[in-house]
């Protein structure tokens, strides 16, 4: 599978589980059907800025996207690839993505911390980004539409 496939699934993975290692990521990606060894784990891990951070939940480290990071970049390709399209509904942004990315780009726009963002839920395709009206939501999408084409 295509290295950006692969990586969007591990930005996925850790937003949902508390991942400690490379072996347990690795597993985690072949129950998902993803052929992989720990050196590829290893590299993708490296280009993405992941980082090890202390888990308030479970007291244990866990991978963690850093902010700030050199990757941000490659967060705005995987935004490009997937995202097919956007648009502001009332106090909403529906985001329409490839199929089984919806996922993954929830935990990456989460992560470019946008004002008053409320909630963001997420189906297999769709992605829905809540703010409190409709001028904090239309003003979010020129946002997202900025970094998008920057």
């Known amino acids: 599978m295509a290295r950006n496939i692969r990586q969007n699934k591990i930005l996925e993975l850790i937003s949902i589980h508390e991942i400690e290692t490379q072996d347990e990521l690795v597993s985690y990606l072949k129950s998902s059907n993803f052929d992989v060894t720990q050196a590829t784990i290893s590299r993708d891990i490296k280009e993405l800025g992941l980082i090890k951070i202390l888990s308030q939940e479970s007291g244990r ?3 963690a996207f850093a902010e700030n990071s050199p990757s941000t970049n490659k967060y705005i390709y995987i935004l490009k690839d997937t995202v ?5 509904v009332k106090n909403l942004i529906l985001i329409k993505t490839i199929k089984g990315f919806a996922s993954g780009i929830c ?6 911390n946008i004002d008053d963002l409320l909630g963001a839920t997420y189906g297999d395709d769709t992605v829905s980004l809540i703010f409190s009206d ?6 979010s999408l020129n946002r997202l539409e900025n970094i998008i084409n920057a």
């Not at 097919?84 to 502001?88: P, T």
């Open 84 to 88: 097919i399209s956007m648009r502001a």
């Open 107 to 112: 935990g990456i726009v989460d992560k470019f």
């Open 61 to 63: 480290y866990k991978y």
């Open 134 to 139: 409709s001028s904090t939501a239309e003003y």
